[in-house]
């Protein structure tokens, strides 16, 4: 990571250390957001870590006062919202030396130009993998237990379920069940470790992950085709690349086995929608389902009144009172940024490609 000239972290001759000096920050992100994102224990932090004078956020580069802001700026700290960081706003900030960003992605807004130019680059993406990954067990455990078609039959009908309706399912229930999760992103390692808590073999399939990697982490290395195969539960954590379009198509999702759970809580276009929807109309598999593609579908889409499909409009990421954690960790990237010490969540320019 580069740093000023001048050292953030001093000593005196006794060898003590002197408290970290307070980068010049710039926010640049939508400002209806700003109160959740920083809550006010993290905002009376961010102030004691950094130095933000007025505009305090930002939201496009263009402004006489952004471009004074920029002159100075030794820190973007970035949000949902951030206006794209291209050539000329890096030109307009010669010391900018870290794009932190209180959100997930990067690559939206910002252009690659910036690891060329030395400036260190961190994401809260690790942040907002915990609420996904907690959405995605309740929907394992969920759609294991047929809870989304059940409900919607006990509605409708408004009489108790008969065992005819529980018949009419392959299998109810978590216990000894084998979850497939495709990527070891973030969001699907920590899903393998909340796994930890059923009665569930995993299976994990990751093209970067090696065998004894997987094992650490709890689960078991396998091809793609085995995986969805052999697995009851299949939950998507891979990122959207020209790799991973369509990652389940018409041949994969047939090798499905009856009565399987489909989780999408990535990206849409990881699965062929027209494919999935022939395999949903027929009842052969049930989905769960964050993410569609398009998004949203059309309203005269099939998938909207099929039981077995349970559909919610991408809010499996951070929402409401859960913002404030990704907050809270580009907080503390500033604060090691300001020591002088490495950032605990970079984004490296070689991971830029198959990362979200």
């Excluded at 059923?198 to 299976?203: G, K, M, Q, Y």
Aim: charged share 20%; hydrophobic share 45%; net charge negative.
């Amino acid at each position: 990571m580069r740093t000023t000239d001048e050292s953030p972290v001093q000593a005196d001759s006794a060898g003590s250390t002197r408290p970290p000096r307070r980068p010049r920050t710039v926010l640049a992100m939508d400002a209806g957001l700003l109160d959740d994102v920083f809550p006010p224990a993290v905002r009376l932090r961010l102030e004691e870590s950094a130095d933000i004078r007025p505009p305090q956020v930002v939201g496009e580069f263009g402004s006489p006062e952004a471009v004074a802001a920029l002159a100075e700026c030794e820190v973007l700290l970035t949000g949902w919202g951030c206006p794209h960081i291209d050539t000329g706003v890096l030109d307009r900030a010669p010391r900018l030396r870290a794009v932190i960003h209180s959100a997930g992605t990067v690559k939206t807004f910002l252009t690659p130009e910036a690891y060329g130019r030395g400036i260190a680059v961190s994401s809260a993406a690790a942040a907002n993998a915990v609420p996904v990954a907690e959405f995605t067990l309740a929907a394992i455990i969920m759609g294991a237990k047929r809870a989304f078609p059940l409900a919607q039959l006990f509605r409708s009908r408004r009489s108790h379920r008969t065992a005819a309706d529980l018949d009419r399912h392959h299998w109810l229930g978590t216990h000894g069940i084998t979850v497939g999760v495709v990527g070891a992103s973030r969001t699907g390692r920590r899903v393998i470790q909340l796994l930890r808590s059923i009665d569930a073999d995993v299976l994990l399939h990751d093209p970067y992950v090696s065998a004894a990697e997987a094992e650490l982490l709890g689960a078991t290395r396998t091809d793609l085709d085995t995986l969805v195969a052999t697995s009851d539960v299949v939950t998507l954590h891979a990122p959207s690349t020209a790799l991973t379009h369509h990652l389940l198509d018409e041949r994969r999702i047939a090798l499905m086995r009856p009565g399987a759970l489909l989780i999408n809580t990535a990206r849409g276009p990881l699965v062929d929608t027209e494919a999935l929807t022939a395999h949903l109309v027929s009842g052969r598999i049930d989905a769960v389902l964050d993410v569609t593609d398009p998004e949203p579908l059309p309203a005269d889409h099939p998938l909207w009144d099929l039981p077995n499909v349970f559909i919610t409009p991408h809010m499996a990421g951070a929402q409401g009172n859960e913002v404030g954690r990704l907050g809270a960790l580009a907080v503390d990237e500033l604060a090691r940024y300001a020591r002088g010490v490495p950032l605990n969540h970079p984004v490296l320019l070689e991971e830029l490609e198959r990362i979200a």
